[in-house]
């Protein structure tokens, strides 16, 4: 992995016992703010460790008095920061680290100091090739923030800035522009609502991105799951948790893409996703029959509209019970017969599953689970209950290891009837629509309502039990839910992809409503209860750029809106801009009006023909970006200071977005707007659709034409993009418009971009789309393209093979089409031998070559000049 440092220097580890240090200066401190005193500090072979002993109490008491430091130089750009209670075992979370045991030894090179403040506590930690400071809790002089404080149910540090007003990211989950305000408190708590603006929602990600002006950047994580606000001011950053411990993670970076490659070392890479994944998925609360599930997949071969993957919401259910079939409605036999009909059109199904077990004595899955006995309890023992979709309702505990078996089983026993591809999780954060227990008992004197759901402080203000499971209840391992209510969605999904792996051997689709860090790693997300409004479709795009930044690759926002009814405009542009997600769904709610896109008529028919036309085409270098993620923790879609990072034009630009390092794409979010503003970063750019270059010369912001049937997409030059066209897909008679099956064995036309010096370069990642493990079992094909001149006229553009795990002798290149060609072009030769079939475009300045039938195979090379 390049981690892209600026000056790579010799281990230096520097500290210092001050009085008081601020940043850039020295000052003396009278102890006024609560906080510890630094002794005993201890060099070991991984860092530092040192005691901490309370000389102020905090504000909510129970202040612990002693504590430990442990500092952990990770890597060259990695380094941790852990602050325990000396004496007690306090909770810790499990599973998420991914850095394994403590290291035996320091980093050869490291690219960061720490220093530390004696008498009143604080520490630092600087970037040595700049110079700036990452991270600094020394409280200052006038004491307007505090120093350390950690009691028993409250932890507080906080982080002065080097600079007012920085350009700070992430913080979810939530439904917010990209850069966050520098004046606003964000709490972090897993809760069932529908996306509000700025509020906490399904998911917790304490990691933030700063990014500074001239282009570097790094990354701060802190891994606690309990609740938490991160209070935002100009100049700091102040975390106030209720419980846990201090366990952070540093990264140095400095480039944004190297601190989420960072990041992801610590978290896990995000997982590789099955190819038809990446399709195009149907859902909808609302369909009520089987009949009517089926009726919409053929009305979409009716109209020739593409279908990967159709979904049920909890309509199939008997009574809204996990793994049952409506027996009028959805009957088994009709569903088996469904289910193996989407099958033999190289098709799929997903369904809804939600963690709440009804408590109803006829129904299997609830006796079995109580006696399975991994269920989450009060702390007399009995069932944690609430009420969800069903009516009373008991949850799985995701902690206990006796629950795979019964998840297992369940879904097992499910699929032999419904012979499912994929599940979709939702309600996990674990949702309630009460709040604590709903038939609570009493616990020593403690009524419903008080601690610990009201902690002496209270993220959020409401208390934490709201619209879920009362924080008393108790995990596996005696774990509270107090501490482990932000995990459950996370554990819920590992034991289900974990399922479906064991179930059908195959690269797990699982769909999840709750998240937190690491989730990416198993699983996918989609980012819950959105409106049919131009201003949700807009936050969608800060959502999947966020969730990318979390290490979640696979995500999407429900297209067209879930809540209220959409129009045709609105589900037009966000059908466009949908295509463009990693995960593309439409998905709606029962009491509003149908939004399939056939329901339209033809104009919006022929939108989302050419929409998810686009998206397969696309799906060679998509699957090529999520091959990176895994590989090196790379995102799928990036905000573009990604890629320009010292432009602060892209800071706070989250109306336009980037797949990967070359593809820009500005979508149109206001309504009855035909035309889109689109800034263009210092570059070479192309229309993505027909290769004409787009003049700069008045300046980096144009106003650009965009009828109802346009969706601006620009490349970067330098990008040699792969592609397997679909629109021109002939449909047999009588079959089905095209899906991935069909489209991943179609020739490639490669796009090549040029840019400034006349080169350009990509690559191609080939597998069978399902297996488990092809890339860590070398199971794959890679192509590396590349596209340069040797200082003449000619321009010479070369496959070369770097590994053929993966058969691809079925596929060709058949068409190469570049970008930039200011020459006409009167030679071009293909493996040396003179090629007549292209044309040029004098107007577009781009350059066709057809009719290669090329195989993958084998290094080609083709060259033409002038």
């Known amino acids: 992995m390049n981690l892209n440092i600026n000056i790579v220097v010799l281990l230096v580890v520097s500290f210092t016992l001050l009085t008081c240090f601020v940043t850039g200066t020295l000052a003396q401190q009278p102890v006024a703010c609560p906080g510890y005193q630094v002794s005993n500090l201890q060099t070991t072979s991984y860092g530092y460790t040192a005691d901490l002993a309370m000389i ?12 430990t430091l442990y500092v952990v130089f990770h890597t060259q750009q990695i380094i941790q920061v852990k602050i325990v209670d000396a004496a007690n075992e306090r909770w810790q979370v499990p599973f998420v680290n ?120 790094h990354g701060v994580f802190l891994l606690n799951s309990n609740a938490m606000d991160i209070v935002m001011q100009p100049n700091s950053l102040t975390y106030k948790v209720v419980g846990g411990v201090f366990d952070f993670y540093f990264f140095m970076g400095p480039s944004p893409a190297s601190v989420i490659q960072q990041y992801t070392q610590v978290i896990g890479t995000p997982y590789m996703p ?18 009517e599930s089926k009726t919409v997949a053929e009305n979409y071969a009716k109209y020739g509209i593409p279908l990967e993957t159709m979904w049920n919401d909890i309509d199939y259910m008997d009574v809204y019970q996990d793994f049952t079939l409506d027996p009028v409605n959805f009957a088994p036999e009709d569903m088996t017969s469904y289910v193996g009909w989407l099958h033999t059109r190289n098709q799929h199904y997903i369904m809804i599953i939600d963690p709440g077990i009804h408590m109803n004595d006829s129904y299997e899955a609830y006796g079995q689970l109580l006696e399975n006995g991994a269920f989450i309890q009060q702390p007399n023992g009995v069932a944690a209950n609430g009420v969800v979709w069903p009516g009373s309702t008991i949850f799985p505990d995701f902690f206990n290891p006796n629950i795979q078996d019964f998840w ?10 419904v012979p499912f591809d994929g599940v979709w999780i939702d ?72 399922s479906v792996i064991s179930l059908l051997n195959q690269r797990p689709t699982v769909i999840s409503r709750s998240t ?41 926002a429900d297209i067209c809106g879930l809540q209220g009814d959409t129009t045709a ?31 339209f008529g033809p104009e919006v028919i022929n939108i989302t023909i050419n929409s998810i036309n686009n998206k397969y085409t696309l799906l060679p270098y998509y699957y090529t970006l999520f091959y990176l993620a895994h590989a090196q923790g790379d995102t799928i879609v990036r905000p573009l200071f990604f890629e320009y990072p010292a432009d602060p034009n892209t800071f706070a630009l989250d109306s336009q977005f980037l797949v990967g390092p070359s593809l820009m794409v500005s979508p149109v979010l206001t309504e009855n707007a035909t035309s889109v503003d689109v800034y263009f970063p210092q570059d ?41 066209p679909t629109a021109d897909y002939q449909v047999p008679d009588g079959g089905i418009p095209i899906t991935t099956n069909i489209s991943r064995t179609l020739p490639f036309t490669l796009i090549v971009a040029l840019n400034a010096n006349g080169s350009a370069s990509g690559e191609l990642y080939l597998d069978d789309g399902i297996t488990l493990e092809t890339y860590e079992n070398k199971k794959y094909s890679l192509l590396q393209f590349n596209a340069g001149t040797d200082g003449s006229s000619t321009v010479t553009i070369q496959l070369t093979v770097v590994n053929t795990g993966f058969d691809m002798s079925s596929l060709i290149v058949d068409k190469v089409v570049v970008y930039g060609v200011p020459i006409i072009v009167t030679t071009v030769n293909v493996n040396g031998t003179p090629y007549t079939t292209l044309t040029y475009s004098s107007t577009l300045q781009t350059l066709t070559i057809e009719s290669l039938a090329l195989p993958l195979t084998s290094s080609f090379t083709i060259q033409y000049s002038n």
């Open 56 to 67: 102020t109490a905090g504000p909510y008491g129970n202040s612990v008095k002693a504590l």
């Open 684 to 724: 070479i750019w192309y229309d993505y659709f027909n290769g004409s270059r787009v003049d700069l010369s008045q300046g980096n912001s144009l106003t650009l034409a965009a009828p109802l049937d346009v969706i601006n997409v620009h490349l970067r030059g330098g990008a040699i993009l792969p592609t397997q």
């Open 408 to 417: 297992y089983v369940q879904l097992e026993k499910f699929h032999q009837t």
């Open 274 to 291: 099955s190819y038809w994944s990446l399709g195009w998925h149907q859902c909808r609360w609302g369909y009520k029959s089987v009949n």
């Open 98 to 217: 991914q850095m394994g045991a403590l290291p035996t030894s320091k980093p050869n090179l490291i690219d960061y100091t720490i220093r530390f403040a004696q008498t009143q506590f604080g520490f630092s930690i600087t970037r040595v090739s700049t110079g700036e400071v990452i991270f600094n809790t020394s409280p200052p002089s006038n004491c307007s923030t505090n120093g350390l404080i950690f009691s028993e149910y409250y932890l507080e540090i906080t982080n002065q800035f080097p600079q007012s007003n920085p350009n700070i990211y992430g913080l979810g989950e939530r439904a917010a522009p990209l850069r966050l305000q520098n004046n606003f408190t964000y709490t972090i708590w897993n809760r069932d609502q529908a996306t509000p603006l700025n509020l906490n929602v399904y998911g917790s990600h304490p990691f933030y991105l700063n990014l500074n002006p001239n282009g570097d950047a």
């Open 569 to 599: 405009q609105l589900c037009a542009r966000w059908i466009q801009l949908g295509n463009f997600y990693p995960f593309s769904r439409s998905h709606n709610n029962n009491d509003t009006i149908p939004q399939e896109p056939y329901v």
């Open 516 to 556: 937190f860090p690491g989730t990416g790693k198993h699983h996918a997300h989609w980012l819950g209860d959105n409106q049919s409004t131009y201003a949700s479709m807009a936050l969608s795009i800060p959502g999947i750029l966020n969730m990318n930044m979390f290490g979640i690759g696979l995500v999407g």
């Open 427 to 498: 309600m996990n954060e674990v949702s309630n629509f009460c709040s604590g227990n709903c038939a609570p008992v009493s616990q020593s004197g403690d009524q419903v309502g008080s601690y610990p759901n009201n902690p002496p402080y209270l993220p959020g203000g409401l208390p934490l039990d709201t619209k879920t499971l009362d924080m008393s209840s108790i995990q596996f391992g005696n774990v509270s839910y107090y501490n482990s209510h932000n995990l459950y969605g996370y554990t819920e999904g590992v034991v289900t992809a974990n």
